[in-house]
């Protein structure tokens, strides 16, 4: 059985920093692309970030957030500095089922974690 599972989650101050992990289980994703996407209060859910044969970044995210793997692991990474008060979101780790290449569509991605809330506050 396949399970994404998100971590490191939590509160933190305009312009910290925080790590948040995923963590998969089941099934190796080396070779397939993987996401995160994030959900705030009242809005659908958008992608943040994704990771295959090549990076990609949300304008919205890009300059201030990293994403990156650990294979050996089976661990996806996002690393999110300067954050701001509307990076506040519950934030989803997502793979596809086979291929490299990323999308920025929710659909194309078959697996998905229950998700890790980040709460950017003063």
């Known amino acids: 059985q396949v399970q994404l599972v998100e971590s490191g989650g939590g509160l933190v101050q305009p312009g910290g920093s925080l790590t948040i992990s995923c963590a998969a289980s089941?099934?190796?994703?080396?070779?397939?692309?993987m996401a995160w996407f994030r959900q705030a209060p009242g809005k659908d859910r958008e992608y943040v970030a994704a990771i295959g044969v090549s990076t990609d970044y949300a304008d919205s995210v890009k300059g201030r957030f990293t994403i990156s793997r650990d294979n050996g692991k089976n661990t996806l990474y996002l690393r999110m500095n300067s954050l701001k008060s509307e990076d506040t979101a519950v934030y989803y780790c997502?793979?596809?089922?086979?291929?490299?290449?990323?999308?920025?569509?929710?659909?194309?991605?078959?697996?998905w974690g229950q998700g890790t809330q980040v709460t950017v506050t003063s």
């Open positions: 089941g099934r190796t994703f080396s070779s397939n692309a």
């Open positions: 997502a793979a596809k089922s086979q291929g490299g290449y990323w999308s920025r569509g929710a659909s194309h991605y078959a697996y």
